[in-house]
Each structure stands twice: as C-alpha cells, then as structure tokens.
C-alpha cells in the first residue's frame, strides 16, 4: 500500500452523474475523438486542439453535441494537452491552466446535464529521470495544475488517459488525488501484444492500479493505439485483469492511411460496432472511440449498446 493515497469518502463521489451512470446495468456509451475532428474542421496542423476552446468554441462545442445527439453517455473535455509542461514547448505554459477550465466549461455547455463530463488530462511527452529530464515533481504540479482547473470547470470527474508509462500514469495519479476530490479513471494504450511502448502489460496496469485501494478510483481503460479489432483481445485481458474495477474501452478507428493528402482511418462505423459486441462480451461497461472515430462510429455503436 503507498502512503501517498489518501483513503477517503468525499463530497464529490455522493450523487455524482458519472456514479450514477455506473450503476446501470447496460454498458455506457462514451464519445468519440476530438482532435481528429477539429482537424477536418480546419485546425490548422501542429496547432494544439486546446488553444480552440478559445479561438474557436463553437467548433468545440459542435463536435461534443454531434456525439450527444449520437447518443453519448459521457464526453470528453478537449483537454487532453492543456498541461503546463505539455503547452511550455510552443511558449504556452502560462496558458495552460485558463484552456483546460474553458475545456471543462464548454463540455459542461454541450452536455446541459445530459451526460456527464471527463476532464481529459494526457502525458506530457517527456520522459521521467533517469530516462528524461522530467522529475517527479515537476511532473505532478502540472498535472495538479490541469486537474484542478479542470475541477473549477466542473467536471464531473478526471480521466488520465494515453499514458504509456506506468510510473508517469502514477505521477498524475498522485497529483489529482490531492489536488481534487474527483472520481478518476485510468487509461493506458497498448499495442495489439497488449504492452504499451515501455513495455506496460495489460496485468500490470490493472494489478497495480488495483492494489492502490483507492475508492476514488473508477474505472479501468485502453484506449488509443490498437484499433477495434485489436480491442478485442485487450479488453478480454484487461477484464479478466480488474477484480474490482469496471473497464473502459476507446480505440482507434483502425490506422491511419494518407488518401490524397487527407490522414483515413480504416475502420468503417459498422466494423467498429461490430468489434464492440466483442469487448462487451468480454465484460467491457463504457465503450467509445478515439482518433479517427466520428459521430457516426458513435451512432453505429449506440445500437450496440442501447438497441
């Protein structure tokens, strides 16, 4: 047990939306990617999505309520980069902090109560000593940072996802815990041998995020990564992992192709929910999609889980 965990009831986690949801017993339906879809709507290449919650909030708000009205559950805050160390590299740090509570209003804007809200908090990019220069705690005050002004946002709860470092993952863990007094999810992304680039096996992730003992912990994912196909044998592993936590699911939409100069992503909405049966039957509770994925793959994969 790791005495930086602190064992506690709070506030947030009584009548909290996502909770409530949880407690169904059909599979919740997350939503689909957001960088991808503001890249066809004309974010500019190597352009942060973040900087649009700002520049362009009706293009952000667009893309949550395309995947509302397609049925969506739980949405995503576009968020996922707006970290101070993340943004420091193009000389945006200070902004760091106003886009991811702007993320969180503008999500919270689209659901209306409707679904509920994941504040999307990603890797930085670096690496942690000795394999980069990044410390242990600079890297948690970024990430406490980001989770609380996802939290002054109103998020109904924190999602760190993408990671592909275990102790990285563990860094955020640790920041948003103390920082917020959120529910907070897990994802990693694994490649189709189910072992994420530094070579994080699916048991792994789930053993040792488990073995936290952290009630404020709610979910368990893959995301990113491996398309729906590949899923399949990682959301078996991965359910088959969990002994306590429900498991989340959002891949890619197949890889990437250029047609064109346009990036395709292969996995047509149909395929996608075709593969979705499959993590379902696994034992899968939220699934969704990631780069590539539209609100048609949303819709394809609401008859899935709605009928």
């Known amino acids: 047990m790791l005495n930086w965990i602190c064992f506690r009831k709070d506030q947030r986690m009584v009548g909290n939306l ?5 407690k169904h017993k059909r599979p919740l339906l997350a ?11 004309g974010l500019p290449s190597g352009t942060p999505p973040e900087l649009w919650n700002e520049q362009a909030p009706d293009a952000v708000l667009q893309v949550h309520k395309s995947y509302i009205e397609a049925g969506s559950d739980i949405i995503l805050t576009n968020s996922f980069g707006a970290s101070r160390r993340k943004l420091a590299r193009l000389g945006l740090a200070d902004k760091a902090a106003r886009l991811a509570r702007r993320a969180a209003e503008l999500a919270k804007e689209a659901a209306s109560g409707e679904a509920a809200v994941l504040g999307s908090i990603g890797p930085t990019g670096e690496l942690l000593k000795p394999l980069g220069k990044l410390t242990l705690k600079e890297a948690r005050e970024s990430y406490a940072e980001q989770a609380q002004a996802l939290a002054q946002g109103g998020v109904d709860a924190l999602i760190l996802e993408t990671f592909f470092d275990l102790e990285e993952l563990k860094a955020a863990l640790v920041a948003a815990l103390q920082a917020t007094d959120l529910p907070i999810s897990c994802s990693m992304t694994f490649g189709a041998g189910g072992k994420t680039m530094m070579g994080v096996s699916v048991e792994r992730f789930a053993r040792e995020i488990e073995t936290l003992g952290e009630e ?24 088959a992992a969990a002994r306590r936590l429900p498991v989340l699911t959002k891949p890619n939409a197949g890889q990437p192709k250029l047609v064109e100069d346009r990036t395709v992503y ?33 819709k394809a994969l609401a008859k899935v889980v709605k009928g």
């Open 18 to 22: 996502l909770l409530e949801l949880l």
């Open 31 to 41: 939503d689909g990617a957001m960088g991808t879809r503001l890249l066809e709507m």
């Open 216 to 239: 404020r912990i709610i979910l368990l994912g893959a995301n990113c990564g491996a398309g729906p196909k590949e899923m399949e044998a990682i959301a078996e592993r991965l359910c």
């Open 266 to 298: 292969e996995a047509s909405p149909r395929d996608f929910a075709e593969s979705a049966r499959s993590w379902i039957r696994a034992g899968v509770k939220v699934v969704g999609g990631c780069c590539g994925t539209t609100a048609e793959h949303i």
